[in-house]
């Protein structure tokens, strides 16, 4: 899906890793990532958005929860970070990044709200009266007050399966009202997801009912006498679409696949942002029909459709076709279909450059800087955040390896 563009605006990157991967520095199965290029884009994308008015917290999980990008993101100017799950908050705030949000798309787990107070976020986002009241509960304990966002459903609202959750448009008003009277929170405002999504037939970003719906209960609630601000738009995140959500009354948006160049947008149209990850594996063995690529990190979803093959570095790439395997699939291997498969070289570098979801993979993630010049690498790791040593198996505490 962005191999074509990758290889015309970030050739380094492709050059550095077949590199890397063919001197042994970095294994099969992984994701490499510009850490130059991912801090370039951090920083047009937070200028974009402070340009709009909009509040930007970075959405790390399209990178593996990676510390080391993170950390890149936040001195470019995203500061804080909003966490998809809780697994997520605790790794980054064990490495210092500041929570900006928690909650949205995976709600806090009940034991697990007192240290969700403790990391101080800006906002928490319930999905209804009961996680409000629990949270409640929490905070007054510790003598503070936490800000609050409502997820509110519309009747013609788009949602992902199995993220389907929050308060109906009709009961919005009554239960906001009840939250605004719990000791130790404070409704600020209103969230949802996705409110923009891709529209393949025009080729372009278009907001969903999800963000009406949005502006309507944020008028309903202030005309209920309820003072909320905070007009929460996550999902398709990017330089491009920031004045439309801020023209629809957003304050807050969450950057993630634009932070490595990869939102669809960027598939077809030359954005500010440049590509700064790719997937990059070896040929594990070839049959009469096709060759097979060592995976493991291939997103079901990624759409992936040519991965380039290199016999050694510097070598000119043999074209692959991708064929995606059904996603019930385990993907042990990723097929790739060419003219000779027999002929294609075993051990060979095979580099994919797709839209991906590192922390739901089963893969490494090598942080590489220097990629214009001398490559380093910063560090490989887990799929989920997790610093790996040598040998390629967890160190024993992430936090004490920067």
Known sequence: ???????????????????????????????????????????LVARSAASHGLT????????????????????AGIEKVVAVDFEEARLLHSHGLRIGHLGHLVQVPRDEVGLALDMEPDFITVFGLAQAARLSAAAVERGLVQDVTLRVVGPDDTFY??????????????VATRIRDLPGVRLRGVTSFPVVLWDESVGAFAPTANLSTLGAVSQALRAA????????????????????????????????????GQTPLHAVSDEPELPAMIYVSEVSHTTADAAYAIAGGLYPRCKSRTALVYDEAGATPLVAQVELDPAEAIDYYGTLRTDDPPSVRVGSTVVYAFRAQVFVSRCFVAVVSGVQGTPTVEGIFTSTGFRLGPDLLPLSNGRTHP
């Open 1 to 43: 899906m962005f191999i074509d563009v990758t290889l015309r605006r970030n050739p380094e990157l492709v050059g550095a890793a077949v590199d890397l991967h063919q001197a042994g520095r970095i294994p099969s199965n992984c994701y490499v990532v510009d850490l130059d290029a991912v801090s370039r884009n951090a920083a």
């Open 56 to 75: 930007p917290y970075q959405m790390t999980k399209q990178f593996g929860r990676n510390p080391i990008v993170a950390r890149a993101v936040a001195a």
């Open 161 to 174: 399966a199995a993220q389907r959750g929050g308060v109906p448009v009709h009961e919005a008003v009554e």
């Open 225 to 260: 006498g309820i003072d909320v601000d905070v007009l929460n738009a996550p999902s398709a995140c990017c330089t491009a679409t920031f004045g439309m959500k801020a023209a629809a009354g957003a304050t807050h948006v969450e950057p993630g696949s634009c932070l490595t």
